[in-house]
């Protein structure tokens, strides 16, 4: 059973800092992408950053240089790297894997982890 979880989420400063982890287990297929997307209450759910396989990164434009994504290819583990937070990065973090098994792609999310950005 593929499983994503998430950790690291918690209440920070506006300024602060807070890195995700996104560990995973069960994987038996190719994953060509990994990446967060969060969801503020009343709203869809947005791209963060993602990375691909070959170190192709996408981030948001609300990002402004402020978050960073990185990957352990060989455990499947994304971490984001959040600095200068802000009140409006509020929201659920989602991680979030993309794979191909047999011609068939996948994808998976984990169950997110709060992130609070408040004085």
């Known amino acids: 059973q593929v499983q994503l979880v998430e950790s690291g989420g918690g209440l920070v400063q506006p300024g602060g800092s807070l890195r995700l982890s996104c560990a995973t287990s069960?994987?038996?297929?190719?994953?060509?992408?990994m990446g967060w997307y969060r969801q503020a209450p009343g709203k869809q759910r947005e791209l963060v950053a993602t990375m691909t396989t070959d170190d192709h990164t996408n981030y948001a434009d609300f990002v402004e240089g402020r978050f960073a994504i990185s990957r352990d290819k060989a455990k499947n583990t994304v971490f984001l790297q959040m600095n200068s937070l802000k009140p409006e990065d509020s929201a659920v973090y989602y991680c979030?894997?993309?794979?191909?098994?047999?011609?068939?792609?996948?994808?998976?999310w984990g169950q997110g982890t709060q992130v609070t950005v408040s004085s």
């Open positions: 069960g994987i038996s297929f190719y994953i060509y992408a």
């Open positions: 979030n894997a993309q794979g191909l098994s047999w011609g068939t792609r996948l994808e998976y």
